[in-house]
């Protein structure tokens, strides 16, 4: 049996427009569940990457630069960006990397998809025992939005500012 996902717009910004993905049988997004799941116990953490979300969307649009090459295709990443375009993380008054990781399909500029994840404890996602279920979950929703792209379920608006889409779109993954 296949799964699926419908998309599900978050906000927009000046330069960027989120999206995430509602799977099956979920009442929330991705991107929702990951702020329940760390508004308590990461707080910091995660309004550092809510912080980017907002900079990213208000200030820079969706550079390449700005996200962490973490999937296993191109497209997947990871916010925050990395330490060194990252220096504003501060805990227990030093910089620190952080080591939450949101998993996210930059489709553009200006439109950006955020899913889920965790606290990263290895080196590569893949073998995070935090992060390796959502890491994967990313890559291949990651292919099957570039696939929507491919087959024009999912079409750019005339600027390429943002995207187009049936509100009943089913995404099979």
């Not at 508004?39 to 996200?67: C, M, R, S």
């Not at 008054?93 to 994840?117: I, Q, T």
């Not at 929703?141 to 079409?155: G, H, S, V």
Request: proline content about 4%; hydrophobic content about 35%.
């Amino acid at each position: 049996m296949n799964t699926f996902a419908n998309i599900k717009h978050i906000g927009t910004y000046d330069k960027v427009s989120y999206y995430s993905v509602v799977l099956e049988q979920e009442t929330i997004s991705l991107f929702e569940k990951f702020i329940a799941a760390h508004e308590t116990t990461n707080k910091d953490k995660l309004y550092h990457i809510v912080k980017w979300i907002e900079v990213i969307g208000n200030k820079y649009g969706a550079q390449p630069y700005l996200f962490r090459p973490e999937g296993e295709t191109a497209d997947t990443s990871a916010l925050p960006p990395a330490t060194n375009k990252n220096p504003s993380y501060i805990e227990d008054g030093k910089k620190k990397p952080n080591a939450l990781r949101l998993y996210c399909l930059r489709a553009n500029e200006h439109v950006v998809f955020l899913f889920d994840g965790n606290l990263k404890t290895t080196k590569k996602a893949q073998d995070c025992p935090n992060v390796k279920h959502h890491f994967k979950l990313a890559n291949q929703i990651t292919k099957a939005l570039d696939e929507a792209f491919k087959q024009k379920d999912i079409n750019w608006n005339e600027t390429h500012t943002d995207i187009e889409f049936q509100s009943d779109l089913i995404i099979y993954l």
